[in-house]
Protein backbone atom coordinates (compact mmCIF):
# COMPACT_ATOMS: atom_id res chain seq x y z
CA UNK A 1 0.00 0.00 0.00
CA UNK A 2 1.32 3.64 -0.88
CA UNK A 3 -0.63 6.65 0.73
CA UNK A 4 -0.13 10.31 -1.07
CA UNK A 5 -2.15 13.22 -0.76
CA UNK A 6 -5.37 11.79 0.87
CA UNK A 7 -5.39 8.72 -0.78
CA UNK A 8 -3.98 4.86 -1.31
CA UNK A 9 -3.06 3.13 -3.51
CA UNK A 10 -3.13 -0.82 -3.05
CA UNK A 11 -3.05 -3.19 -6.15
CA UNK A 12 -3.24 -0.53 -8.71
CA UNK A 13 -6.71 0.52 -6.89
CA UNK A 14 -6.73 4.03 -6.07
CA UNK A 15 -8.76 4.35 -2.44
CA UNK A 16 -9.92 7.14 -0.59
CA UNK A 17 -8.62 7.54 3.05
CA UNK A 18 -12.00 9.15 4.38
CA UNK A 19 -14.28 5.89 3.36
CA UNK A 20 -14.31 2.66 5.36
CA UNK A 21 -14.74 -0.18 3.10
CA UNK A 22 -16.75 -3.75 3.95
CA UNK A 23 -14.46 -5.33 0.82
CA UNK A 24 -16.38 -8.40 0.37
CA UNK A 25 -19.91 -6.88 -0.11
CA UNK A 26 -18.06 -4.04 -2.23
CA UNK A 27 -19.64 -0.85 0.18
CA UNK A 28 -17.89 1.95 1.40
CA UNK A 29 -19.36 4.37 4.19
CA UNK A 30 -18.30 7.66 4.60
CA UNK A 31 -18.94 9.74 8.19
CA UNK A 32 -19.92 13.67 7.32
CA UNK A 33 -19.01 16.83 8.96
CA UNK A 34 -22.81 16.83 10.80
CA UNK A 35 -22.23 12.92 11.99
CA UNK A 36 -24.48 11.48 9.23
CA UNK A 37 -23.23 8.76 7.03
CA UNK A 38 -23.27 8.08 3.36
CA UNK A 39 -23.10 4.56 2.39
CA UNK A 40 -21.86 3.54 -0.94
CA UNK A 41 -20.64 0.67 -3.60
CA UNK A 42 -17.34 0.81 -4.99
CA UNK A 43 -17.31 1.10 -9.08
CA UNK A 44 -16.89 -2.79 -9.73
CA UNK A 45 -20.48 -3.39 -7.57
CA UNK A 46 -22.13 -1.14 -9.81
CA UNK A 47 -20.74 -2.37 -13.12
CA UNK A 48 -21.71 -5.67 -12.10
CA UNK A 49 -25.42 -4.86 -10.93
CA UNK A 50 -25.88 -3.30 -13.91
CA UNK A 51 -28.39 -0.54 -14.39
CA UNK A 52 -31.00 0.31 -11.49
CA UNK A 53 -34.45 1.16 -12.34
Not at 8 to 25: F, G, N, Q, W
Request: charged share 20%; with cysteine; net charge negative.
Amino acid sequence: MRETAGYAIVHSCILPLDLYYRVESHQWVRVEADGSVRLGYTDVAQTVAGRIL
